[in-house]
């Protein structure tokens, strides 16, 4: 990116004050911004960081008082300004070329959709389905008798074992393990004998799964990723996990095997959840939580093992002031001891 | 699947009662089930979730006393029941035809044994050796002068650095990386120096490993992976650990460098470790603990730092109780100068 | 590995004690040594491992008094002395020959330097940038317009999603995803959409990535690593975090969107790092931190919610005490009482 201070201000039609020759070669958020980015003020109450910004540009509330050693763009919406300029300025997305590579391996038996893209080195195994305008990405693995619906992204590098289901509008990062073995094992003499794992990994439709996430499949039956749910990189979703619709899952959540969660769950960074427990409607496990009981609809529990908030909240304040205690108490029997000496004394 | 109660009570050699027309059309656990689903309850403990199941069908012991509004099929051991239905609806496994795939790239120095299976797009280095029987999964890659044992089974896009050597009996799941380098650093100057990694990676017989697990080489000589050890997925082995045999690692497990982990230990999900510590044999190490110590042999530790179990809960018991303690000794130091103003109004 | 004791000795210029036709066969640190590895004590501080190492021959300085069933070999230096054999008897490592495997996929706009080598089945799209002696691994896929530097080492099965820039010497190990979408998602009527991420991200110079760590690329303009940071194994970087140079971040690791670190910052296992917030210069984080505020320059915080290292040990001490203290309460009740019961009596 090459543009002028000048230029910018025209496309966000704002009135510019300082250099109009002022070159802008990237675009941040007004903390990260480094010389020669362009950064905005979403509202007056991030103020105080214009002092420490490092960039070159900002584009600011057209009445916003502000004293800025840069270049400003003053305008009514700054942030709706800083969209309008991030779609003018960003370069275009890459789009995929329908058609097979010559280096992909596509079995006989799979069944491609109109306008699918199959990228290089790809493998589609026998009996896959794919729909209509999907792209698998170069060298992902759609293993047997995997559907993938239509309009989905898999980018490159992923691996959906067989018989995995994907509805429409699915995008899967780079890495994504779908179907892998459930970790289940009997224990037989101490040593731990495998149990079949003959389910399946089902996801819905309009899913979003991050770089290097992993889901089982079922024992036995599904493991399932409702509708509009949207999980970050490196989690882990156990075997026959049941996960609602329009779920927010963090990254680095690790939930273990056979568990229910609702629909408009928030599951926050590195939560852990045991097995077997139900994680209902609109509850909100916050970051790190150690969850070892069922959640009730609408609860925010954190802390491990995992309370409800205001529980963590009130038990935790009185942690913080502990040693303060204990030297509380110390005084008291000192006090006290005092108040028996001069008993004795009077008596 | 699509079988009627009828058939399925034949299998199982059930009785049943309801509607044998009922169609069945998947398989799943009690919790998990939807409309269509059968299920079965393996204990009377689990009674009370007859009355939230979706379940379809149920399979129940032959004598429970139960109200429910499906399908009902009776028999004398509802588990082995279930196991072997699940058998006989379970999809056949899909299996892979030995040869080698014209797409692979097998290094001519690299030896392969009878019947191996090496899948579309695999790249066997120099100086690699494949045992019998043994499937080498879609673009994995096996690196110079790796040693696969016999009937292992490598899901595609698993990625051995050189000189990793396998067990019998192994299966890696996708994503799966062992042997890149230790985390290894000198600092001089404030820069980090790389300490090369020269070691390797050593996994036992019958070792299972999940899905984006990573094993670190050794700085030097091994870090090992005991026979029977059963790792979950996105877990973290740092370089030089040696995991005894018969082990259980969970989920999202960060094991730091040299740690020694001994025979028959379980390590819950997202449970650390920190470098150079002893886990004895038979030891539990429960879900998020942070392990600072020693752990000696048999013993259950939880907690960030980790203690023994019985001194966490006594801890933690004592902490939910903090509020209503800060408001005792409050209470304490009420009366305390209550008492004292009396005595000093008596003397 | 296959040296006898005396031809240890001799590379080592060492004196030897005990069997000299000893028979070694593997390196080990003295903890994790087997039978046949040859070990050293790189200090005195160490010598009661002598007791249970199960190490055949030890190196160890030429003065120490030590009793060992073993072989010794007494030098000036154990550590240096182990370093030199560890060079001498290591494996040579794998190199990569430059040029082009023809089952590699290379666009032809793709520009690649002198003597990179392209390794089987990698994939190089339109306009990407590869420096000077370069490795691609085998099956790496680098997205379009991707800039990598020269000198980089890039293993097997890496993702750069497009635009993703390197610097020279970097090196990204297996299952390393760069560039895969924020986790950016705006609330509609209870829905998810999707926030177009149409940043890149931008890796600093001398920069090492382990295995399976994935960082998102920006939501506009860069997430940043900054020179001779290194990052270990399945760490997880939000959009738009700019991580300053020569920093440590260690396996597990999770850090939210918009996170800026300093300089030689170090993050140890498993901390989690909250959106937006600044850590900075030269500040450590603990293992498992759960970082929720701004870290000063120079800190070391720990503890979820994170809190300065001071604190956390003063609070964790007293909490260690608070059973002790609740019985001391109680006693202090009784006594109060009794002292009540004897005023009353007096008065």
Known sequence: MQRTARDIARIVAGELSG?????VTGLAGVREA???????????????AVKTTRASVLIVHKDLAVSFGGTLIR???????????????????VTYKP??????VVASSARLGKSVSIQPHAVIEEGAVV?????????????HECRVGADCLIYPLVNLRERTTLGDRVILHGGVVLGADGFGFESVDGKHKKVPQVGYVEIGDDVEIGANTAVDRGRFGRTRIGNGTKIDNLVQVGHNCVIGDHCIICGLVGIAGSVLVGNHVTIAGQVGIAG???????????????VTKDVP???????????????FKRVHAALQRLPETLAKIHELEQ??????????ATS
Chains 1, 2, 3 share one sequence.
């Open 335 to 344: 006090q006290l001891a005092e108040l028996r000496d001069r008993i004795s």
């Open 19 to 23: 250099n109009p020759e002022q070159l």
């Open 276 to 290: 077997h427990l139900t994680i209902s409607d609109k509850s909100i496990l916050m970051a790190q939580a150690g």
């Open 297 to 311: 609809a609408g609860s925010i529990v954190l802390g491990a093992p995992a309370v409800p908030h205001k529980d």
């Open 75 to 93: 305008v009514d919406s700054p942030a709706a300004a800083f969209a309008k300029l991030v779609e003018q300025v960003a370069p275009q997305p």
């Open 131 to 143: 729909g209509d305008r999907t792209v698998i990405g170069a060298g992902s693995y759609i293993g």
């Open 99 to 104: 058609g097979i590579d010559p280096s992909a």
């Open 34 to 48: 480094t010389p020669g980015d362009i950064s905005f003020l979403a509202s007056p109450k991030y103020l105080s």
